[in-house]
């Protein structure tokens, strides 16, 4: 079956009982069992929900990986795919990632005596470089939140599978529709289902999508152990936005060109991240490994006073944090999302103070356009 089909039907069978064309809300926390140790492989929703197991059948078609585990936000995602590792451990992490994974990896998971290298991964030779014996693992976002860096997954899969290290793609800002990482030779995919997967800024969620065996048993006996998963109700949600999503990713990708070609041509615009752009450094490697570019663009304004009038001055765009959803939101990373980064290596990453994200909605995008440029004629 071809993708958007995917995306329609996997995981959305029939209700059994009643025929309902739309997966019923399990909403319950336990099962009536017919007799001791007798049920009908529900035991207790922790454990085992329907609707979140559609939303997991889903989830994995769509990324071509054999299992799913939902959880309860993209950080629990995050945090459960960690707890693959043991005390001794060595991970490889891109050295731009969102701000609140490496608050995770370096004030809490660094307690634990897990090691963390955070190396620029857009040359694979720095991987290379970085790796240990204890190396057990690497942590790429590709494209980066929110300087667009791109990692080549296939360069770097052929690295670790040498190596027998596994691959952790966060694939949020691309969704399925645009990249799909295990194709690519990842071993394992982790979304925020909160961005493009729902779609529609209402709800939390993230999901671990995997192959390897031993893996997805131990990722099963860690959601169930640790007990992050997602609610029956976010389930739906995201289930229900990933029947969208296609025609959602390619509105996105439309109005992001155009979006990103207009503050390109900017003249106040001092700088524009975007790896649909032919001036983007891995612009090439964009075509390669993704389908489109979606709606992620970020942009320099030259200064914290530049960026609070923009961010302030805006209208259509709401200033919010997150992305992906049909409204387009505009964020300020280096007081908002990436905070946690030291400013050292925020300016050193490109997060500077006149740094400006944009999630591009799926509006008329000259209304967007509009908006746009009124706000950064003001500067
Ligand atoms: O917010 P949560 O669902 O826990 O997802 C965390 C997360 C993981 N990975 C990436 C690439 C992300 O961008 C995020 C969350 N990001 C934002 C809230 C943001 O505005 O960038």
């Given at each position: 079956m071809k993708f958007s089909t995917t995306a329609i039907?996997?995981?959305?069978?029939?209700?059994?009982?009643?025929?309902?064309v739309s997966v019923p809300i399990y909403q319950t926390s336990t099962y009536k069992q017919e007799g001791l140790g007798k049920h009908k492989g529900f035991e207790y929703a922790r454990t085992q929900n329907p609707t979140r197991i559609a939303l997991e059948q889903n989830l994995a078609a769509l990324e071509g990986g054999k299992a799913c585990f939902a959880f309860a936000s993209g950080m629990a995602a995050i945090n459960a795919t960690m707890t693959l590792l043991r005390a001794g451990d060595h991970v490889i992490v891109s050295d731009n990632t969102y701000g609140g994974t490496f608050r995770l990896f370096d004030k809490v998971l660094k307690n634990f005596g897990i090691e963390f290298s955070y190396v620029?991964?857009?040359?694979p030779q720095n991987i290379e470089d970085a790796a240990r014996a204890e190396t057990r693992m690497v942590f790429v976002e590709t494209p980066t939140n929110p300087v667009m860096s791109l990692t080549d997954l296939k360069a770097v899969s052929e690295i670790t599978r040498r190596r027998g290290i596994r691959l952790v793609v966060d694939n949020t800002f691309m969704s399925?529709?645009?990249?799909?990482p295990l194709e690519l030779g990842a071993d394992i995919v982790i979304h925020s289902t909160t961005k493009y997967l729902n779609g529609h800024s209402d709800s939390i969620g993230g999901a671990v999508i995997l192959n390897d065996e031993e893996d997805i048993k131990q990722m099963a006996f860690i959601q169930n152990a640790a007990g992050a998963i997602i609610s029956p109700m976010d389930s739906w949600l995201v289930l229900r936005g990933t029947k969208t999503l296609v025609v959602r990713m390619k509105q996105h990708d439309e109005n992001g060109r155009v979006v990103a070609q207009f503050l390109s041509e900017h003249p106040r615009v001092e700088r524009v991240y975007y790896p649909g752009l032919k001036s983007h450094p891995q612009h090439e490697l964009a075509c390669r490994q993704m389908s489109g570019f979606g709606g992620m663009i970020s942009f320099e304004t030259g200064s914290l006073e530049n960026a609070k009038r923009v961010l302030e001055g805006v209208r259509v765009c709401t200033l919010g944090e997150s992305l992906g959803g049909v409204e387009s939101l505009i964020s300020h990373p280096a007081t908002m999302t990436h905070a946690s980064v030291p400013v050292q290596e925020r300016n050193r990453l490109g997060?500077?103070?006149g740094l400006v994200r944009v999630s591009v909605g799926i509006e008329d995008v000259e209304d967007i356009i509009e908006d746009l440029d009124q706000a950064i004629n003001e500067l």
């Open positions: 039907h996997a995981g959305n069978e029939a209700d059994e009982s009643t025929g309902a620029d991964t857009r040359e399925p529709y645009f990249q799909r997060i500077t103070d």
